[in-house]
């Protein structure tokens, strides 16, 4: 089985590299490394889990996000224009390629417009 090593980094700075398979999501493989990762429905439909892909194999976030990852089922929670930004849902995502992802529960709040602004 094909695996890919994942990198995710915290807004705090803490990093840490991790291995998937090519049929684990990454919320699946964070857990398995006993890494807590925010999640709600872990369907697709909340956006909670939400990372952002920061480089794909080596390359930067030019690399289209939909070729970094297969998805389970639909991404029900991104807007077209947050696939294309990068955002990713790690509940249901997996692995097409080693990657770097931006993770934590600021990743979800990038997401939502805030009306008072
Ligand atoms: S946990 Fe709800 S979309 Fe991933």
Do not use: Q
């Not at 909340?46 to 070729?67: F, I, K, Y």
């Amino acid at each position: 089985m094909t695996s890919y090593d994942l990198t995710l980094e915290w807004p705090t700075g803490r990093t840490r590299t991790i291995e998937a398979d090519e049929d684990e999501t990454v919320l699946e493989a964070a857990e398995r490394a006993e890494l807590a990762l925010p999640f709600g429905c872990r369907t697709g439909a909340c956006g909670t889990c939400a990372g952002r892909l920061l480089e794909a194999d080596g390359s930067d976030s030019t690399v289209a996000v939909d070729d970094a990852f297969a998805y389970r089922r639909d991404p029900r929670a991104l807007k077209t224009r947050h696939r294309t930004a990068g955002y990713v849902l790690l509940c249901i995502a997996m692995p097409r390629t080693d990657c770097r992802l931006a993770v934590g529960s600021r990743v979800h709040a990038e997401l939502v417009e805030n009306p008072w602004k």
